[in-house]
């Protein structure tokens, strides 16, 4: 069996959906607003900030654990998705209920920081701002908030974020 650590949009994403999955722990990085979307969530004159992990702190999500005959499938699809040129996959070692497990994650790059952390009214405008074929940035926060809730996980940065957009 293989692993796949989701912290982001990934949690909800159709090519993981159906796999067991549960609550994971990835000590030593967190959630940060790190990327753009620019055809997806934004377009290129408004690009959507978007989450990847930086270093430091914690970050909870979902481990989905992946049959061997499906690793190649899930790998290609997962290449695809996570933007093989902003992130990079790593293999690390996540807490779960059952006990630790390596896992696939994908890593922001270093230098990728698009929106600087401790700037929220910068973020919020940014995704105020944005739109593309998906939807909005708001609705990419909207999506974040649900797949951590249907995973009975919360985020700090993603809550506080989700209460501006919402007033």
């Excluded at 994971?24 to 969530?41: D, E, K, V």
């Excluded at 690009?47 to 690793?71: D, K, M, N």
């Excluded at 896992?103 to 995704?127: H, I, M, Q, Y």
Aim: net charge neutral.
């Amino acid at each position: 069996m293989g692993w796949v650590f989701a912290y982001g949009s990934l949690m909800g994403d159709a090519a993981l959906r159906h796999f067991s999955s549960r609550p994971a722990h990835l000590p030593g990085y967190h959630r940060a607003f790190s990327h753009t979307s620019t055809r997806r969530w934004g377009r290129p004159d408004e690009p959507c900030p978007t989450v990847g992990l930086a270093s430091g702190g914690e970050c909870w999500g979902v481990a989905f654990q992946i049959p061997p005959e499906e690793h190649a499938a899930v790998l290609r699809a997962l290449e695809r998705r996570e933007g093989a040129s902003e992130r990079r996959r790593e293999t690390l070692a996540v807490e779960t209920p059952d006990g630790t497990v390596d896992a696939w994650v994908w890593v922001s790059r270093n230098g990728r920081a698009e929106v600087r952390e401790g700037d929220p009214a910068l973020l919020e405008a940014r995704l105020r701002s944005a739109h593309g074929t998906v939807g909005t940035g708001s609705e990419y926060v909207r999506a974040l908030v649900q797949a951590l809730e249907l995973h009975g996980l919360r985020d700090p940065l993603v809550d506080a974020l989700w209460a501006r957009l919402r007033s």
